[in-house]
Nanobody, 124 residues
Framework: VQLQASGGGLVQAGGSLRLSCVVS????????MGWFRQAPGKEREFVAA????????YYEDSVKGRFTISRDNAKNTVYLQMNSLKPEDTAVYYC??????????????????WGQGTQVTVSS
């Protein structure tokens, strides 16, 4: 299984970006999907997740109301719409897939597959 993240870039504070993550294979619709980020000198942290059906979504507190995670199972793709970006959102963003599909999606240890990361830089 391969995950390909894209959509990162440089944006001014207050701007928006949409990240995409395409997942190879036939099992995407059974995976829970998550977005994580890692800033220089910091540990990787949870950002958002969505369960296999798309019915349940989860967000880290600092992004609630600004970020939206969604999925299109027909396209094997998960998205992260990021609005009202802040300089503290600057990080490498990673998508990940969990074969379990539905539980503890905030936990990095739950995930089985990871993408390569895409850089998001927010200037002040």
């Amino acid at each position: 299984v391969q995950l390909q993240a894209s959509g990162g870039g440089l944006v001014q504070a207050g701007g928006s970006l949409r990240l995409s993550c395409v997942v190879s294979g036939r099992s995407f619709s059974r995976y829970g999907m998550g977005w994580f980020r890692q800033a220089p000198g910091k540990e990787r942290e949870f950002v958002a997740a969505i369960n296999w059906s798309g019915e349940n979504t989860y967000y880290e507190d600092s992004v609630k109301g600004r970020f939206t995670i969604s999925r299109d199972n027909a396209k094997n793709t998960v998205y992260l719409q990021m609005n009202s970006l802040k300089p503290e959102d600057t990080a490498v963003y990673y998508c990940a897939a969990d074969r379990g599909g539905d539980y503890d999606l905030w936990d990095t240890n739950e995930y089985d597959y990871w993408g390569q990361g895409t850089q998001v830089t927010v200037s002040s």
